[in-house]
């Protein structure tokens, strides 16, 4: 395939073409007149036929140049405009995060925050999803709750996920606290659908026998479950990092400790080769915030 013209070449006949005067071309591309003169002479060599009619004073276009002209014109306005565009989004203030709601609403307006007061300039946009991402291309950061076995090799697990049982502190079985693993067989439990595995580890390692079928609750939303636990209706088994801001405000507790590896994990995927610097700066905030908090 042919080279095509240099660009340069196609500048300075376009101006020239505006102006009819290669002095006028030369002042607004910041060249010389004889600069431009020899890149409309070379762009002439090139396609084999004059452009211009050069008069003693100005210059006119031949039938070729005012054919040319045209479809000059607009492929310079195309490639200045895609270049605005790139150039715009590259300083652009803005970061665009889609995150599961449990996370959305439980542990990542804290990083936000911490973000925004660090960085006011800015501008952060959140897309709460439940159980799909948004549609791609949407956000420059995408947080996903993946099984730990089943992950993309962009993927970036936040932190190491553990389990915890938590209620509400005025939760009673039989009108008692529930301090010990056989209360569990009494009490209503909070399923999440689609996550049976959590009560089956916790029940396992509290060594008492927990169907999913026990009498109880079910929801397809882990801020739901925790909800539901809150209000004192029963006890829950979700990933530890979701319990913590409700703990904080006291409105659940965890009455038996242990270290349970959750085989559910947060993991984040960052567009590295089209982030901005402030998407950058946000990444960096990030998985800065997850180091310190991850549990």
């Given amino acids: 395939m ?26 607004e591309l910041n060249c010389t007149q004889s600069a431009v003169s020899n890149h409309v002479r070379s762009l002439e060599e090139y396609i084999g036929r004059p452009l211009f009619v050069r008069h003693p004073r100005s210059l006119s276009l031949t039938d070729v140049g005012e054919a040319y002209l045209p479809s000059v014109r607009h492929a310079l306005q195309e490639i200045d405009v895609a270049t605005r565009s790139l150039l715009s989004q590259n300083h652009k203030r803005e970061v665009v ?40 291309n949407v956000s420059d950061i995408s947080i996903t709750i993946n099984h730990v076995e089943d992950v993309g090799r962009d993927q970036v697990q936040l932190w190491d996920e553990t389990l915890a049982l938590a ?58 479950a925790l909800e539901l636990a809150a209000s004192g209706v029963g006890c829950v088994a979700v990933p530890k990092s979701l319990v913590r801001r409700f703990e904080k405000r006291g ?16 993991f984040a995927n960052f567009k590295d080769r089209t982030a901005t610097p402030s998407v950058k700066l946000f990444k960096a905030w990030l998985l800065k915030a997850a180091s310190a908090d991850g549990v």
């Fill in 167 to 224: 209620c509400a502190p005025e939760y009673r079985v039989g009108g008692k606290p529930l301090r010990e693993p056989a209360q569990l067989l009494e009490a209503k439990l909070i399923h999440i659908l689609g996550r049976p595995i959590y009560w089956e580890k916790v029940s396992k390692a509290l060594g008492v026998e927990i169907s999913s079928q026990n009498n109880g609750f079910h929801t397809n939303s882990s801020n739901t």
């Fill in 2 to 27: 042919k080279h095509l013209p240099h660009l340069t070449f196609l500048r300075s006949f376009e101006a020239a073409a505006r102006s009819l005067s290669f002095t006028s071309a030369a002042d």
């Fill in 251 to 266: 409105f659940l507790e965890q009455p038996f400790d242990f270290d349970l590896e959750c085989p559910w994990a947060y």
């Fill in 97 to 136: 995060i889609s995150c599961p709601i449990s996370l959305a609403e439980n542990w990542l307006p804290g990083v936000i925050a911490g973000f925004h007061k660090a960085h006011p300039d800015v501008e952060v946009t959140l897309h709460s999803t439940v159980w799909a991402d948004v549609e791609e």
